[in-house]
C-alpha cells in the first residue's frame, strides 16, 4: 500500500505499519478457514487459592498455530476476530473445549473439590443472542453443572452497561455460572457500579501485582489494594489477582486479603495434561 503524494511520485507511508496491515490483512482473510481446519488451541493456567495453594480451576487461554507464522496469542488474532464477527463461532468453540475439559478434570480429580474452567468473553459476545442458549447447551452437552463454569467479561466491556446488555449475564448467573470482571481497576468504573453488576469475582488487574514487586511495595498501593479487596469482600465478591510472578508478591497479596492467584509464579499457561498434573499433587498431598 503505497499513499500517493502528488504527481507520480509514490511514497511509502510508514513500511512497519505496512507490514503489520499486510499481516493483519492476511490474518482476517485466514480465519475463517483455520477453524475449520482446527488451528486454534487451548492452553490453560490453573488458578490458585491463595491461603492453601490447592488448584481450584484453570482459565483457558485460545491460541492460533498459523502454518506460517507459528504460534499467535489471543492479542494477534481476538481483535481481528471480534471485528469479523468470527469470534462468535470461535468463542463457542473455545467455551465447548474448555467444559468438556472442566468434566475431564473433575471426573479424574474428584476428591480435590469443586474444579472451574474461566473463559474469557468478548463483548461482541455479550451481544450475541444465542449466549444463554449456546452456554446451556454446551453445559448439557457435557454433563457439567452450571457451577463449573466462569465467564470472565472485561470491566471496560461492561462500563456504562444497560440493563439489555446485562440481562443475559443475569440469566447465566442465576443458572449458576460465576460471572468474573476481568482487568478490574483497568477501566475507571464507578465502585458504587459494582452493585449493579451481575459479578461474583473481581479479577485485579496485572498491574496491580506488578506494583508489589518491590519490597516495601509503595504504600499507596497497598492502600488500593487493601481498599479493593474490603470493599469486593463487602460486597460477597471474590478477589482473583492476575500476573503473579514471584513468591513475594504472592505473599504479600494473601496478606493484603485476596482470595485466588494466577500468574508464572504458580506456572504458565499450558496444556490440558499439565493440569491433570498439578490438580493430583494437590489430591495427594
Ligand atoms: P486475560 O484474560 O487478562 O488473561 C491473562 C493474560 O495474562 C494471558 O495472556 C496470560 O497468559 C497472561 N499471564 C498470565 N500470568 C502471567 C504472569 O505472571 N505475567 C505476565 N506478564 N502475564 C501473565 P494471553 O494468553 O496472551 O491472553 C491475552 C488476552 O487475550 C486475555 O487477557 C484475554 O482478554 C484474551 N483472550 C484469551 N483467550 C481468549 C478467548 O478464548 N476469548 C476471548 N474473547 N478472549 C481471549
Ligand atoms: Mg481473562
Ligand atoms: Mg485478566
Ligand atoms: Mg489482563
Same mark, same amino acid.
Given at each position: 500500500?503505497?499513499?500517493?503524494? %502528488?504527481? *507520480?511520485?509514490?511514497?511509502?507511508?510508514?513500511?512497519?505499519?505496512?507490514?503489520?496491515?499486510?499481516?493483519?490483512?492476511?490474518?482476517?482473510?485466514?480465519?475463517?478457514?483455520?477453524?475449520?481446519?482446527?488451528?486454534?488451541?487451548?492452553?490453560?493456567?490453573?488458578?490458585?487459592?491463595?491461603?492453601?495453594?490447592? #488448584?481450584?480451576? =484453570?482459565? =483457558?487461554?485460545?491460541? /492460533?498455530?498459523?502454518?506460517?507464522?507459528?504460534?499467535? %496469542?489471543?492479542?494477534?488474532?481476538?481483535?481481528?476476530?471480534?471485528? @469479523? %464477527?468470527?469470534?462468535?463461532?470461535?468463542?463457542? /468453540?473455545?467455551?465447548?473445549?474448555?467444559?468438556?475439559?472442566?468434566?475431564?478434570?473433575?471426573?479424574?480429580?474428584?476428591?480435590?473439590?469443586?474444579?472451574?474452567?474461566?473463559?474469557?468473553?468478548?463483548?461482541?459476545?455479550?451481544?450475541?443472542?444465542?449466549?444463554?442458549?449456546? @452456554?446451556?447447551?454446551?453445559?448439557?452437552?457435557?454433563?457439567?453443572?452450571?457451577?463449573?463454569?466462569?465467564?470472565?467479561?472485561?470491566?471496560?466491556?461492561?462500563?456504562?452497561?444497560?440493563?439489555?446488555?446485562?440481562?443475559?449475564?443475569?440469566?447465566?448467573?442465576?443458572? %449458576? #455460572?460465576?460471572?468474573?470482571?476481568?482487568?478490574?481497576?483497568?477501566?475507571?468504573?464507578?465502585?458504587? *457500579?459494582?452493585?449493579?453488576?451481575?459479578?461474583?469475582?473481581?479479577?485485579?488487574?496485572?498491574?496491580?501485582?506488578?506494583?508489589?514487586?518491590?519490597?516495601?511495595?509503595?504504600? #499507596?498501593?497497598?492502600?488500593?489494594?487493601?481498599?479493593?479487596?474490603?470493599?469486593?469482600?463487602?460486597?460477597?465478591?471474590?478477589?482473583?489477582?492476575?500476573? #503473579?510472578?514471584?513468591?513475594?508478591?504472592?505473599?504479600?497479596?494473601?496478606?493484603?486479603?485476596?482470595?485466588?492467584?494466577?500468574?508464572?509464579?504458580?506456572?504458565?499457561?499450558?496444556?490440558?495434561?499439565?493440569?491433570?498434573?498439578?490438580?493430583?499433587?494437590?489430591?495427594?498431598?
Amino acid at each position: 500500500r503505497a499513499k500517493s503524494a %502528488g504527481g *507520480n511520485r509514490f511514497e511509502l507511508a510508514d513500511p512497519e505499519a505496512d507490514a503489520r496491515a499486510i499481516t493483519r490483512h492476511g490474518l482476517t482473510t485466514a480465519l475463517p478457514a483455520a477453524l475449520d481446519r482446527g488451528e486454534f488451541f487451548i492452553e490453560y493456567q490453573p488458578l490458585v487459592h491463595l491461603g492453601d495453594g490447592s #488448584v481450584r480451576g =484453570a482459565e =483457558a487461554l485460545v491460541r /492460533w498455530l498459523h502454518p506460517q507464522h507459528g504460534v499467535l %496469542g489471543p492479542d494477534r488474532f481476538i481483535p481481528l476476530a471480534e471485528h @469479523t %464477527g468470527l469470534i462468535v463461532p470461535l468463542g463457542r /468453540w473455545v467455551l465447548e473445549q474448555s467444559v468438556r475439559q472442566a468434566r475431564s478434570w473433575r471426573e479424574r480429580n474428584a476428591d480435590a473439590g469443586p474444579f472451574r474452567i474461566n473463559v474469557n468473553l468478548s463483548p461482541c459476545q455479550l451481544t450475541h443472542p444465542g449466549l444463554v442458549q449456546d @452456554t446451556v447447551d454446551i453445559l448439557e452437552r457435557a454433563g457439567v453443572e452450571p457451577d463449573a463454569l466462569c465467564l470472565e467479561v472485561t470491566e471496560s466491556a461492561l462500563i456504562g452497561a444497560d440493563d439489555d446488555l446485562l440481562k443475559p449475564l443475569r440469566r447465566l448467573a442465576e443458572m %449458576g #455460572v460465576d460471572i468474573a470482571l476481568d482487568d478490574f481497576g483497568t477501566g475507571y468504573s464507578n465502585l458504587a *457500579n459494582l452493585r449493579r453488576l451481575p459479578v461474583s469475582i473481581l479479577k485485579l488487574d496485572r498491574s496491580f501485582t506488578q506494583s508489589m514487586q518491590q519490597f516495601p511495595a509503595d504504600p #499507596v498501593d497497598l492502600k488500593i489494594v487493601e481498599g479493593i479487596v474490603s470493599l469486593a469482600h463487602s460486597l460477597d465478591l471474590a478477589v482473583t489477582v492476575e500476573g #503473579v510472578e514471584t513468591g513475594a508478591q504472592a505473599e504479600q497479596l494473601r496478606i493484603l486479603g485476596c482470595d485466588t492467584a494466577q500468574g508464572w509464579y504458580y506456572a504458565r499457561p499450558g496444556p490440558p495434561e499439565r493440569l491433570h498434573e498439578l490438580a493430583l499433587v494437590d489430591a495427594t498431598g
